[in-house]
């Protein structure tokens, strides 16, 4: 049984009385084994969302925010916010990843395209086969599908 289904029993055992009392000073229940979602937020989620946050940002060549990005400027960027440091480029960045298998990703983990040896590209893990990322000249900061198979993972230390 997990910690969430243990709730009502909890509540149970508290009384009514208790609950309303909770519920009108605003308090929260701490249920053992399970963290509040703010505590809960890994740096790779934070900077999930600041990245989606910045959707429709227009790209710019060596742009590192607030407002324009190039690819490896908005995971930069997104990390930062996160409390996490990146170096500039999408090659130093997987340099600086620990380096995962696809099966092994997650939301929040950095996505790097290449070629050969050669990395090119990156963007920030979505889930479900798709990446924000900050595309090329003339397009914006989005949400798209994985479009190759020649990406490898990276995870933030």
Known sequence: MSALNRVPSLMA???????????????????????????????????????????GAPYRW?????????CSGLTQYAFKKAGKKLPRTAAQQYNKTRHISAKN????????FHSGSYVYHVGIY?????LWHAPKTGDVVRLQK??????????VK
């Open 62 to 70: 060596g742009a590192t925010g607030p407002n324009r990005f190039d």
């Open 13 to 55: 055992r508290a009384g009514t009385a208790s609950a309303l009392t909770l519920a009108a000073v605003g308090g929260s229940i701490v249920v053992p084994g399970v963290a509040s979602e703010a505590a809960a937020a890994s740096p790779a989620t934070k900077a999930l969302k600041v990245a989606a946050a910045k959707k």
């Open 146 to 155: 994985i479009w190759t198979g020649s990406v490898w993972y990276g995870r």
């Open 126 to 130: 979505a889930g479900k086969g798709k």
């Open 105 to 112: 990703r997650k939301a929040g983990d950095l996505v790097f």
